[in-house]
């Protein structure tokens, strides 16, 4: 996360994985805890990076298919925070 963003993050926890596209490849999805820094995009492998607040929808970006690893993720994220 810090190299890529700037946010160091704490308290990381196994989520999933799932096979990736790429010959010989997997992706793996952690939850972490903000611990400090802002977002600064390094420009070179990160596109776009935002906080989003996940109470109004309306803003979220468009969603990945709920097949993909990611979007498990973000539907997981929301009902653990919205549990809490």
């Not at 790429?22 to 802002?38: D, K, Q, T, V, Y």
């Not at 970006?61 to 929301?78: E, G, K, N, Q, Y």
């Given at each position: ?41 390094d ?41 809490s």
């Amino acid at each position: 996360m810090y190299e890529e963003v700037g946010i160091r993050v704490r308290d990381v926890r196994y989520f999933a994985s799932q096979p990736w596209p790429f010959p010989h490849s997997l992706m793996i999805a952690f939850f972490a805890e903000h611990e400090s820094g802002e977002i600064q995009i390094d420009g070179a492998e990160i596109e776009d990076a935002r906080w989003f607040d996940v109470e109004n929808f309306e803003n979220l970006p468009r969603l990945p298919a709920r097949i993909s690893i990611a979007r498990r993720l973000i539907d997981a994220a929301i009902g653990e925070m919205r549990a809490s």
